[in-house]
């Protein structure tokens, strides 16, 4: 049998570390948080036996030859030519396929606290790889043309802010002298079901922005290499999902796997594993 490519990982790995998020910039910083952070976070993640989605929000811009948009005062549609667009995907929780030979790679970047999961529980739980591209790409244009087309669809575009639907449309019959008698209940329904299948595609485009990876040119050997794997919900998990846990013998002046040894009851058929002894031997 032909030996598993040095890429692919029977188990995912989630780090309890990993950069400070900014959020004014919205992009994760150089600096790691503190390594008892990540000790709090790996406590946490298993007492309640599930990794939340997190704060993290894939930030994706991209350049939109024409973009249409109504001014609500004036009730006039203006088309905007390359016009900038940021869009926020939905938050998400994250693991990566690594396989162990390469964990210490990432440990600048994630720090030296994690907890693998098998692959067959993180598939069944609805996690699904990441497609990686880099920033400002033909690609990512083609990808929120679509969407963007739908987006400038306002079906409430001749109704003011403060008035309902029928209110407008009775006073544009009043002024207009028309038959007030005429139904109008069908071009009501007609909005509001365009309105909700607007907001359905948008909380659609931004699930499906959750598993697009922007990355630049200076991050091939950082951010490229993670072979990462999102889900938009929260992971419940077992004991019996967790293939091992890693913690460094010390580190920041911490004790940090005999400490755990101490404080977290968990099944022996849970392996924990000392850092230095695993990856640094």
Request: with cysteine.
């Amino acid at each position: 049998m032909a030996s598993r490519p040095g890429t692919v990982s029977k188990i995912l790995w989630h780090f309890t570390g990993g950069p400070v998020w900014d959020d004014v910039t919205n992009k994760q910083l150089n600096e790691l948080k503190p390594a008892k952070n990540g000790y709090e976070a790996l406590k946490s993640i298993l007492e309640s036996l599930e990794l939340r989605v997190g704060r993290y929000r894939e930030i994706v811009k991209v350049i939109v030859p024409e973009k249409r948009r109504f001014d609500l005062k004036t009730k006039e549609i203006h088309v905007l030519k390359n016009h900038p667009v940021t869009v926020k995907s939905m938050p998400a929780c994250c693991v990566a396929d690594i396989p162990l030979q390469h964990i210490e790679y990432h440990s600048n970047r994630y720090g030296k606290i994690a907890i693998g999961f098998h692959r067959d529980s993180i598939v069944k739980s609805g996690f699904n790889p990441v497609m990686y591209t880099l920033e400002d790409t033909a690609l990512l244009n083609s990808i929120y043309q679509g969407y963007s087309k739908v987006d400038d669809v306002h079906p409430y575009s001749a109704i003011s802010e403060t008035e309902s639907v029928q209110d407008d449309i009775d006073k544009i019959i009043e002024d207009n002298d028309l038959d007030g008698s005429v139904d109008t209940s069908s071009v009501i329904f007609e909005l509001e079901w365009i309105q909700t299948a607007q907001e359905t595609i948008d909380e659609s485009f931004q699930n499906f922005l959750a598993y697009i990876k922007t990355f630049d040119t200076t991050e091939f050997d950082s951010i490229y290499c993670e072979r990462e794997w999102r889900s938009t919900k929260n992971y419940s998990f077992n004991t019996d999902d967790i293939a091992i846990i890693v913690l460094p013998k010390e580190q920041e002046g911490e004790r940090f796997y005999e400490r755990f040894l101490k404080e977290v009851n968990l099944p022996k058929t849970v392996t924990i594993a000392c850092w230095e002894d695993l990856i640094e031997h």
